[in-house]
């Protein structure tokens, strides 16, 4: 009856399991993702619960239910296994994600009593709270749920691990999660232009706490590295790759160590050790693309090297970027690395072709489209030789007005490239207006004021400068 129906739906959604967290998967690439968890699980046996529960949620979106059971039937063996004195208590999440599939499959008695197994637990647990389960390890493996999917989730993720640091400060897996959070967030904030916000003590607690975890090791290294204290985090890797020589997720965080180091033949041995490990993985062909771009740049300095061995290395670093697009669709960084690749193998069709292709998506939202504008207007400039191009995009660029560190460097490419046209004794009265357009997206009113009437005495006729000038002055 349609009754049950609407009071089951009414049930579910106070479950706290994946469907309920808000996960969509607009923000990832399913396959990438799933790659992602099936190499965890085969590295990193603490956290299958979590892996299986997230791997039934993604089958769920591939439309495959069948298979999403399967991946539950493994959350509850992992359970009894890892978790025998506690399995309601473990269970809360996975029974939720069983509820939700028997509904999607309109097996309505079967999610029915799913949700009862839910309910009756949380009766003996007692650990609802304004009608929510609250409970620190459900809080953690939300946390994991949202870092997974990527960075329009990384501050709800450190939300659900302070709640479940709240109920048990010394947990290493919360203090884990929380200091990755961190770590992300301060990533996060650096290309947005924001406030920075320190993760170091949250990292080393983490550590402190984990012995045994490599990966938040190299985590630590590489926010010591940022602070300019490269020598101390060194020590950490250097550990790691002593306790845990072939754990692929370690690996990908030493080569980028070593990359940042300038040690980038160090990084790429380490790269290809990884990618034998776990070959489908986007992060090391992105990050080995980046080893070879940085190698191309190297030998372009120097006199004594042949066109072959450039050729080759372009060769290898359009491979790797291209697997990562094709792979991540939503990884629009590695656009602009292949492009510039391109570029740099004087394969200008080739460059404006991905360039195109990446500002057309109707999902590239804010800082990535700045970023993208950027290197447009960069490529525009340097490659092609076209000034009027690089600052058109440069422009763009400037007109999304979130602050960012791709807006940063669109302004101060346009104002660089204008400042100079005007100072090479051009005086033109566009170059002026462009300039004054680029205080007015900047915020600053009197320099554009100044800019517009420089345009106006040398073409006093223009309706366009005459306009920005009289509305700049009222609003002054």
């Not at 929380?178 to 003590?201: H, N, V």
């Not at 990618?275 to 990050?287: E, G, I, M, R, Y």
Request: hydrophobic share 35%; net charge neutral; charged share 30%.
């Amino acid at each position: 009856s349609t009754i049950s129906k609407d009071s089951l739906k009414t049930s579910l959604l106070q479950l706290e399991c994946h469907f309920t967290w808000a996960l969509q998967k607009k923000h990832v690439s399913l396959e990438a993702l799933e790659e992602t968890i099936l190499d965890h699980i085969k590295f990193v046996v603490e956290y299958s619960i979590t892996d299986y529960n997230m791997l039934s949620y993604i089958c769920h979106l591939k439309n495959s239910n069948e298979e999403a059971l399967r991946n539950l039937k493994k959350a509850e063996e992992a359970i009894k296994k890892h978790h025998p004195g506690e399995t309601a208590r473990r269970s809360l999440v996975t029974w939720g994600n069983y509820a939700w599939i028997y509904y999607h499959k309109q097996r309505y008695a079967e999610a029915q009593s799913y949700v009862n197994k839910v309910e009756n637990s949380c009766k003996k647990l007692s650990c609802i709270a304004h009608g929510k389960i609250q409970l620190p390890e459900v809080y953690a493996e939300k946390g994991w749920a949202f870092l997974r999917f990527g960075n329009n989730y990384f501050e709800r993720a450190k939300n659900c691990f302070e709640n479940a640091l709240k109920s048990e400060p010394n947990n290493p897996d919360f203090s884990a999660g929380y200091a990755i959070a961190m770590y992300r967030l301060e990533i996060e904030s650096e290309r947005s232009g924001e406030e920075k916000r320190s993760c170091l003590e949250a990292l080393k607690q983490a550590v402190e706490l984990n012995p045994k975890d490599t990966t938040i090791g190299a985590f630590l290294a590489l926010e010591l590295q940022r602070l300019k204290r490269g020598d101390e985090g060194e020590r950490y890797i250097e550990e790691g790759l002593q306790k845990t020589p072939d754990f692929p997720l370690f690996l990908r965080h030493a080569a980028n160590f070593y990359r940042k180091k300038g040690e980038v033949n160090k990084a790429v041995e380490i790269l290809k050790k990884a990618l034998a490990l776990t070959p489908n993985c986007v992060v090391l062909h992105h990050q080995l693309g980046l080893c070879y771009k940085f190698k191309i740049l190297e030998l372009k300095k120097t006199r004594h090297t042949t066109q072959d061995e450039i050729e080759n290395l372009i060769q290898l670093a359009i491979f790797h970027f291209k697997t990562v697009i094709d792979k991540k669709p939503v990884f629009f960084g590695a656009y602009s690395d292949l492009a510039n690749i391109y570029a740099l193998g004087k394969r200008y069709e080739e460059a404006e072709e991905i360039f195109q292709e990446v500002l057309q998506r109707n999902d590239l939202l804010g800082f990535d489209k700045q970023e993208i504008y950027f290197n447009y207007g960069h490529f525009q400039h340097f490659h092609m030789k076209s000034e009027s191009k690089a600052i058109k995009y440069y422009i763009e660029g400037l007109k999304i007005e979130k602050d960012s560190y791709g807006r940063k460097r669109c302004s101060e490419a346009v104002k660089t490239l204008l400042e100079q046209k005007i100072q090479s004794g051009l005086r033109d009265a566009t170059h002026f207006g462009t300039l004054g357009l680029v205080h007015i997206l900047n915020g600053k009113k009197q320099e554009a004021i100044e800019c517009y009437e420089e345009a106006i005495a040398l073409d006093p006729s223009n309706e366009e400068y005459l306009n920005a000038l009289t509305e700049l002055r009222l609003s002054v």
